[in-house]
Structures are given as C-alpha cells and as structure tokens.
C-alpha cells in the first residue's frame, strides 16, 4: 500500500500513536507521550499490526514492585536505621527506643537482630534492662543508604535493568517480609516493519477526519468540504460466527418434526 494510502486508513488514536514510534517502542512511554489510555495505545497497535505497519510479540520479564512494608519504610525509614538514631548520641533502653522510633514489637525484634548481625550494636544489661549501645561499625552502618536509594526507584523495576551493586541490595531485600515483591509481567514488545519505518517518518497532521456518513450530515449537507477516512477492505478482520440453536429449541422442533409422522405410519 502506498504510504499516502495508508496514512488516509489511519484511524485518530492510530495517528497519534505511529509518529511517536519513530523516537519510542516502550509501551509505556507510548502512553506517556500520546497522553492516551492504555487501552486505547493497544488497540491503536493491534489496528497497526493489521495494516503490516508493526509487528507485536508477547515478551514476558520480571519486575520488581513495593510491598506494604516496603512503602512504609520509603516514608518512615527503615526500622533499624530508627533504632540505631535513637543511641547514636546515648546509649538507651528497650522501651525508651520503641517509644521514640515508633517500632512495634516485631520491628524492634526484626532489628536487633539485623544491628547484632553487621555489629552495629552492643548490648549490657543493667537494673534488669537491656541497655544499647552503638558501634563504630554501627556509625558506618547509619550511613549506608542504598536500600533507601533503592526504595526511591520509580517502580516497577525491570530486574534484568539494575546493576551489580542493585541486584546485590535487592537479594537483601527479598529476604525480608513484604519490602519488595517480583512479579512476572507479560508484556507487548513493539517492532517497526520497513513500511512502518517509513510511515513514522511520514508527517500526519492533526486534521480532524470524519469516520462515517451520517444521515444528519446528507440532509444538513455539512458533509461537503469534510475529509473522510479511507477504507481499506482489504484488511484482515475478526471473524462473526453465527449464532447456534439453543439444545432444546432443537430438540423440540425435532419431536414436532417427525411425531406427525410417526402418528401416519401407526395409522
């Protein structure tokens, strides 16, 4: 098909999706730039795809999403960076830390024994309390911010994207309850056929075009001087089957059908 042909096919989500193939294939960057549904992206390339304009594959990959956890650490912290404020300055007790770092029970726990695993904490015991203190390694550890770097990413996050020093951090991470949660996305990989290349290039203006002939328009005759869009009945289209006979509609026609002539023969 000639590419002026074409391009008069194009329905208006389809002309405003194909421009912008020429600088992105990302689906969701599609939606960005459009401004479209992603409904509307997809059935704008589905009618693409149709037209040989591009070619769409099921590719699926695993991305990383927040969990519960992981969204109240990205706002609150996490809960032994808490603990460890509390007794940088002082040492302090177990109660007095939960108060003031807000910690439940169980992050309190959770805690104690991620500090005592990287040494960042020693631990006395003194009127039947346990007494916390930090240590020069847990300093270091207060330091340390790539797990927060790494809960500020704009999620979801291809795995396959991060680097040596992010994957390292995110096999942390999924060790622990509800932080971040792999998924497996299935997703649309989008590419460009030549005549596709070609048609992208193509400048598409924002004219408005007319789908249909309406009666309206016959009478008014407002049709005159409109720019209709061009058909192509070439095209592959879904298939209508039509509709079936319920079981027993059927069946009953078939007793009216041959009763008559059974009642003959007994006769």
């Known amino acids: 098909m000639e590419i002026k042909k074409l391009i008069d096919t194009l329905h208006p989500l389809e002309r405003k999706v194909l421009p912008v193939l020429a600088r992105t294939l990302d689906f969701n960057e599609i939606i960005k730039q459009t401004q479209l549904k992603d409904v509307e992206v997809m059935r704008a390339l589905q009618w693409l795809e149709n037209k040989q304009v591009v070619k769409l594959k099921d590719e699926l ?8 956890n992981g969204k109240q650490y990205l706002e609150k912290g996490f809960p032994e960076k808490r603990f460890l404020e509390q007794i ?8 007095t830390i939960k108060e003031k770092a807000n910690l439940s029970q169980q992050e309190f726990g959770v805690s104690m024994g991620i500090l005592k695993k990287n040494s960042a904490i020693l631990i006395d015991k003194k009127n039947r309390k346990l007494i916390f203190t930090v240590t ?35 096999n942390n991470l999924k060790k622990r309850k509800d932080i971040i949660i ?7 990989k989008i590419e460009l056929t030549e005549l596709g290349k070609q ?17 309206d328009m016959l009478k008014t005759g407002i049709w005159q001087g409109k720019k209709f869009r061009r058909y192509d009945v070439e095209i592959n289209v879904p298939e209508i089957y039509g509709g079936r006979k319920q079981h027993y509609q059927r069946f009953l026609d078939w007793i009216k059908k041959i009763f008559p002539l059974r ?3 007994i006769l």
């Open 61 to 68: 990959k695993e991305v990383i999403e927040l969990g519960k």
């Open 88 to 95: 940088k300055d002082a040492p302090g007790d177990e109660d």
């Open 136 to 170: 020069p390694m847990g300093k270091k550890f207060l330091e340390k911010k790539e797990e927060e770097d790494f809960l500020k990413k704009n999620f979801p996050v291809n795995l396959r994207s991060l680097s040596d020093q992010e994957r390292e951090t995110f």
């Open 182 to 188: 792999l998924k497996l996305q299935k997703n649309k």
């Open 199 to 215: 048609a992208a290039k193509e400048k598409i203006t924002g004219e408005k075009i007319l789908d249909r002939l309406t009666p």
């Open 263 to 265: 009642l003959k023969i």
